[in-house]
C-alpha cells in the first residue's frame, strides 16, 4: 500500500519569504506528527495531531510556524519570514491509533539562502 | 527531561560480523522503543517496534530487546552485509502534554565492508 508521501521533496526560499511543506499520512492513520532533523540538533519533534487536532503545539520552534490537518488527512506545515536557522529537513510520519508503530515520509528538504 | 543516547556514534565492520548496537535512555516513562534505519539523503525505515510491557521483539537477522528498568535497548544484528550499511536511530515514545511522541538519539552510522 502507499505510503506516507512529502512535498515538495526539496524547496529553496529566500530568507523572509513562506513556505508550506504537505504531508499526506497513510489512509486510515488517525496520528500524524512532524519532526525536524537539521546537523546540529538531530532529530526534533515539532508537533502531533490526534484526528484534527494539537493538543500541544510548544514543540514548535517559534511562532513563525504553524501547522494543520483537515479531514483527518492531510497536513500542511507553514513556515512564515523563513530565516536560515530553518534550513533542515522536515519528517512527517503518521501511525494507526495512539501509541502505535510510526511510519515515516522520505522528507522535505528545505533550503533557506 | 528524557535523553537518549547512542554509542558509539560510528561502526565499521567486516561483513559477517554479528553486532549489538546500545541505546540508553533516562527515563523509563516510555510506551514503547522503535529503531529506525536511514540510508543517506532519505527518510526513515521503521525496523522494530518493542511495546513497554515487552522484552523482545525479532524480524529476519534483527532482535531487539528492552528492559525499561535499567533504561537500556539493544539492537543485535546477525551476519552482518554491506546492504546493512546505513544510520540506525533508536527512539523512545512518549507522552508529554498531551502529545504523544518520540524521543530519538543521534543515530549510529554502521558501515559494513565486504
Known amino acids: 500500500g502507499a505510503g506516507v508521501s512529502q512535498s515538495p521533496s526539496n524547496k529553496v526560499t529566500e530568507k523572509g519569504k513562506d513556505v508550506e511543506l504537505r504531508c499526506d499520512p497513510i489512509?486510515?492513520?488517525?496520528?500524524l506528527y512532524w519532526y525536524r532533523q537539521s546537523l546540529g540538533q538531530g532529530l526534533e519533534f515539532l508537533i502531533y495531531f490526534q484526528g484534527n487536532s494539537a493538543p500541544d503545539k510548544s514543540g514548535l520552534p517559534s511562532d513563525r510556524f504553524s501547522a494543520e490537518r483537515t479531514g483527518g488527512s492531510v497536513s500542511t506545515l507553514t513556515i512564515q519570514r523563513t530565516q536560515q536557522e530553518d534550513s533542515a529537513v522536515y519528517l512527517c510520519?503518521?501511525?494507526?491509533?495512539?501509541?502505535?508503530?510510526?511510519?515515516f515520509g522520505p522528507g522535505t528538504r528545505l533550503t533557506v539562502l | 527531561k528524557q535523553e537518549v543516547t547512542q554509542i558509539p556514534a560510528a561502526l565499521s565492520v567486516p561483513e559477517g560480523e554479528n553486532l549489538v548496537l546500545n541505546c540508553s535512555f533516562t527515563?523509563?516513562?516510555?510506551?514503547?522503543l522503535q529503531w529506525f534505519r536511514q540510508d543517506p539523503g532519505k527518510g526513515l525505515t521503521s525496523l522494530l517496534l518493542i511495546q513497554s510491557s515487552q522484552r523482545e521483539q525479532t524480524s529476519g537477522r534483527l532482535n531487539a530487546s528492552l528492559d525499561k528498568s535499567s533504561g537500556r535497548s539493544t539492537l543485535y544484528i546477525a551476519a552482518s552485509q554491506p546492504g546493512d550499511s546505513a544510520t540506525y536511530l533508536c527512539a523512545v515514545g512518549l507522552t508529554q502534554g498531551g502529545s504523544e511522541k518520540l524521543v530519538f538519539g543521534k543515530g549510529m552510522k554502521l558501515t559494513v565492508n565486504p
Open positions: 510520519a503518521s501511525s494507526p491509533n495512539t501509541y502505535n508503530e510510526q511510519f
Open positions: 527515563d523509563s516513562a516510555i510506551y514503547n
Open positions: 489512509s486510515g492513520h488517525t496520528a
